[in-house]
């Protein structure tokens, strides 16, 4: 799936390319990261050296971090 990161008055919309739907929003923290929430989930991002997206996803059932990457496409 694609996705466009759109700004808005107060940080960023990922939106899925296909259909335009909302898949969540990017808010930013006083440290310069982000929090993305969604219906199903809430996590950490920040835009790594190359410019993706990564989102960090706290996962109950493993008790561990979960790692995306979005690629930025030009």
């Known amino acids: 799936t ?15 390319k296909k259909d335009n ?8 923290t006083s440290n310069n990261n982000y929090i993305f929430t969604s219906k199903n989930r809430v996590s950490v991002g920040y835009f790594n050296e190359k410019g993706n997206l990564i989102l960090e ?7 561990r971090m979960i790692l995306e990457e979005f ?3 030009k």
């Open 21 to 28: 739907s909302n898949n969540g929003l990017l808010r930013k």
């Open 57 to 63: 996803t706290y996962d109950p059932k493993t008790d």
């Open 71 to 73: 690629v930025i496409t």
């Open 2 to 16: 694609k996705y466009e990161i759109k700004s808005d008055n107060n940080g960023y919309l990922l939106l899925n």
